[in-house]
């Protein structure tokens, strides 16, 4: 790896863009022409910028996957003290209705526990203006450009 890969070209723009919350998509076109030329020509912050994105969407991902983990655990065992309750030939390996009920209880506890942490996520991370700058990016130029005309 050359040196230049190493180490930043322009320390000072450097450090004021290896600030992992930092993100140039939200600031004046004006102010972001400095930063945009920066990331192209410096492979050093342009890989820390992306590394730091990757953690980013790993980090919503997962939240988002435990809130869907939890709340499959919620509906799951609500169905079964449904069965329990209402089926009495069925027999069912949870003897005990509490412990069903307090397990569910756990359930809807790790669901509002992990959607406090996706919304944590969401707002202490540029995950949503990253995704939907991947997002508008994948759109064809010509639908952008008649959005635009449409809401300017």
Not at 88 to 105: D, G, K, Q
Not at 118 to 134: E, N, Q
Request: net charge positive; with cysteine.
């Amino acid at each position: 790896m050359p040196n230049s890969a190493k180490a930043c070209t322009d320390p000072i723009v450097g450090a004021i863009l290896s600030g992992w919350r930092y993100d140039i998509s939200s600031i004046s076109p004006e102010m972001r022409t400095d930063y945009e030329s920066h990331l192209e020509e410096c492979f050093h912050c342009r890989r820390r910028q992306s590394i730091a994105r990757m953690i980013d969407v790993l980090l919503i991902s997962i939240t988002s996957l435990s809130i869907v983990a939890f709340l499959l655990v919620s509906v799951v065992l609500y169905r079964i003290e449904m069965l329990s309750r209402y089926l009495p030939a069925v027999h069912m390996h949870l003897h005990h209705s509490a412990m069903t009920i307090s397990l569910e209880a756990v359930s809807v506890a790790g669901l509002v526990v992990s959607t406090v942490l996706w919304i944590l996520v969401a707002v202490a991370t540029p995950v949503p203006v990253f995704i939907s700058g991947v997002v508008a990016q994948r759109i064809p130029s010509d639908l952008r450009q008649r959005f635009a005309r449409r809401h300017a």
